[in-house]
């Protein structure tokens, strides 16, 4: 069964550092881009950041540029989103989420497979 | 503020036909593939249509959609109470570049 499956979230002070994590199961991780995405309770949902297929390059949304990167593990089948600097907006649900599509330069908003999310709370 | 453009609620009856609309720019919708997503309370999101009006496995033929341009809709027909949810668009956006969300459409069967 494919399926992904999120942790690392948890109570961070503002400033600090967190690193989430995303575990892959039930497909071949090292052919998917893979993204993350999080919502703020009740709210919509934002697109974070991408790493490609092998990790050799990725995107970054501009909420979160030169703070946060994901990046990967193929061979652990783990996906990672590092924080730094993080503040109270950034409190939210985050979700992993699979590209649909296999391949090297898959741009698209398609994403068949979503983990149940980590909640990050960032409060003193 | 979202990049794509989505009213904040729907309603319609069982067996009614409602539309959810997505609105964006020449950098997304009319470039690049609309997708649409289905977020009941309490779960993750789902992909239920990609690539403009391909519904993905599973997916009842009661969901349709199309795009025209910088807009894009979704149609559900026959409505059921188990449709209620918020109901999301989504495109890649060459200017960012990245992908992008509407803000969501809540979905409520009366």
């Known amino acids: 069964q494919v399926q992904l499956a999120e942790s690392g979230g948890g109570v961070v002070q503002p400033g600090g550092s967190l690193r989430l994590s995303c575990e892959a199961s039930g497909f071949d991780l090292s052919r998917f881009g893979m993204h993350w995405v999080r919502q703020v309770p009740g709210k919509g949902l934002e697109w974070l950041a991408h790493?490609?297929?092998?990790?050799?390059?990725?995107y970054i949304g501009d909420s979160v540029r030169g703070r946060f990167t994901a990046s990967r593990d193929n061979s652990k089948n783990m996906v990672f989103l590092h924080m730094s600097g993080l503040r109270a907006e950034d409190t939210a649900l985050y979700y992993c989420a699979k590209d649909q599509f296999a391949g090297v330069a898959v741009v698209d908003a398609a994403f068949d497979v979503w983990g149940q999310g980590t909640m990050v709370t960032v409060s003193s | 503020q979202s990049v794509l453009t989505q009213s904040p609620s729907a309603s319609g009856t069982p067996g009614q036909r409602v539309t959810i609309s997505c609105s964006g720019s020449?950098?997304?919708?009319?470039?690049?593939?609309l997708n649409w997503y289905q977020q009941v309370p309490g779960a993750a999101p789902t992909l239920i249509i990609y690539d403009n009006n391909q519904r993905t496995s599973g997916v009842p033929d009661r969901f349709s959609a199309s795009k025209t341009g910088t807009s894009a809709s979704l149609a559900i027909s026959g409505l059921r109470s188990d449709d209620e949810a918020t109901y999301y668009c989504a495109s890649w956006d060459e200017s960012l570049p990245g992908p992008v969300f509407g803000g969501g459409t809540k979905l409520t069967v009366l």
């Open positions: 020449y950098s997304n919708i009319e470039s690049n593939a």
């Open positions: 790493t490609s297929y092998d990790g050799s390059f990725g």
